[in-house]
């Protein structure tokens, strides 16, 4: 099947209905904006979503892992440089840790610089009698609860388009120079499996990769790779008008990408196939991920493959399930089957988070580490039972010490919930958490 992708068929999705979209008080306003961000220059280059593309088709032939990661919800707030260092720092150890378990390239990929904006499950929100729009993320409206700061505002927009810049340009920053060099990263883990109440359980596993680095060094080896680290930032692509503000021609090809990121996913909430979210992802050449909650069925997933990958190439399209740990393993194997029976080669990656909320008797949102732990194990199972890959994890997580997710080696308790709650949207699991996850998946593995 040929599909266009010029420019020009990348606008079909404004005759579709699009869920999830803010309702922008004044449309001549929005028009504005995406007039002028129309003019600005792109953010990623389409060489390189090619290549992220190329590294998840080795994940796809089980070649490699992916390893996902950031905020549910960025804020503006959080682009200082300390913030995105210690997200960045948190994702490379995860990824020293899953390399050295794995044994094959670990593609990392940041839920970072351009993550902005959240589809909801209510409209509005009601708090002492007042009723106002809901908290779309801060490409759209503001978290605090005022009539002002809720009113969807598409200066916004531009205001995510300067934030992903000035993170990405800190991310390519710290990803060359010098910053995730690999014995660095190595030293990081050690401290935090010196500082863990768990720790002796990983110490085999950190001296392992010790002994590892150490071999290496003795053969005079000494690649770039130990001294850089490649970062892909993706984001969910909610908001369409953005997405084709920031949508253009690569000069190479003549074909259509989204140059607001490099990977873009496709929610649980708007995976419609009749809908405008997956017909703006079928005519760009980006990598596509979408997202598989647990009512997803074979034939939906058979449905977005000749939609979103009609020429069966392998690294185009990835399926993020994210089922919740008690129904993993009644729902994703069939899907993993036909999917492998119709010949399509995507990419496998677990959501252990977005299946395993609960609203803890504080009132806070939460998961707990148990649970995610338990959906990833779960998701290995069912690969591990068909003789298929899996391919990745993709987490809510934060480099700062935060208490939103409960449980971990460095227990958060539900009544530790309100000390350090600081997401603007779901509950991420923490720098030990994040680490603690790393170790055990790389136990999961290694078994
Ligand atoms: C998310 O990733 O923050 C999200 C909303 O996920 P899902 O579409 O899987 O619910
Ligand atoms: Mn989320």
Redesign the pocket.
Known sequence: MNVDHTLAAADSWRRLPAAQQPSWPDPDALRAVTAELETYPPLVFAGECDELRDQLAAVARGEAFVLQGGD??ETFDGVSADQVRDKLKTLLQMSAVLTYATAVPVVKIG?IAGQYS??RSQPTETRGGVELPTYRGDSVNGLAFTAEARTPDPERLKRMYHSSSATLNLIRAFATGGYADLRQVHEWNRDFVAGSPIGERYERLARGIDDALSFLEACGADPSQFHSAGIYASH?ALLLDYEAALTRTDLRTGSAYAVSGHLLWI???TRQLDGAHVEYASKVRNPIAV?L?PTTTPDDALALIDRLDPDREPGRLSF?A?MGKDRILDVLPDLVEKVTASGAQVAWIS?P??GNTFTAPSGHKTRHFDDVLAEVRGFFDVHHALGTHPGGIHI?LTGDNVTECVGGGDEVLVDDLHRRYETA??PRLNRFQSLDLAFQVAELVRD
Do not use: F, L, S
């Open positions: 549910c919800a839920r959240k589809p969910e929610g649980e909430r997202k909650g993020i994210r959501d988070m977005h809510e949207c779901d």
